[in-house]
């Protein structure tokens, strides 16, 4: 019998039970709903609903899932502000920083590299906000452009010689040709 899935309006999850010794292998679904997370500067998504399972993989807890947010952005072309749905799967590693067992810190493996993985706090949670921060930020497009604008249309044959940069390349090109 599956689990029933938790629902959280809070990214911060308690994972302590996931570290008990007979825990390898224990896996929960989540569903979380978020009013607002901010990305970045003025960049912040809006309605954020995330379905995860965490699961107990080796020496830490392994999240993966999907997330949905709206984020207000400015089109390339009109400059105008318009509403972009960003949905994407990820998958995220969290380790502890402190064993449960002896209350004593973690050593990290090498202190000037950066980890590959996010944290299980002092606390034994888990924030998702970073994790899905990233996650919405990498999927978002390079240069939005607000659905149902005009595409640009770059005809080269409406180009005199004087304004077109590659002119003289292109008769040379037709030079060969002949």
């Known amino acids: 019998m599956a689990a029933p899935t938790e629902h959280f309006s809070d990214p911060r999850i308690n994972v302590v039970d996931f ?3 007979d825990a390898m292998g224990r896996a929960r679904r989540y569903v979380i709903d978020l009013n607002a997370l901010e990305l970045d500067n003025d960049l ?41 749905t960003v949905t994407a799967e990820f998958t995220e590693q969290f380790r502890p ?17 950066e980890p590959d993985y996010f944290p299980v706090d002092d606390s034994h949670e888990i924030d998702l906000r970073e994790a899905l921060r990233q996650v919405i930020l990498v999927n978002l497009p390079m240069q939005p452009i607000k659905p149902g604008t ?12 004087a304004t077109n940069p590659f002119a ?11």
């Open 97 to 113: 920083t402190i064993d449960l067992a002896t209350g004593r810190e973690i050593a990290v493996e090498d202190p000037d590299e």
């Open 168 to 178: 003289a390349l292109g008769a040379l090109l037709h030079e060969e040709r002949n």
């Open 150 to 161: 005009d595409p640009v249309v770059l005809d080269e044959l409406e180009q005199d010689e």
């Open 44 to 84: 912040i998504a809006r309605s954020v609903h995330t379905e995860l399972r965490l699961a107990r993989a080796g020496a830490g807890v392994i999240a993966e899932g999907i997330v949905q947010a709206d984020v207000e952005l400015e089109c390339v072309r009109t400059l105008d502000p318009f509403l972009y």
């Open 19 to 21: 570290f008990k010794p």
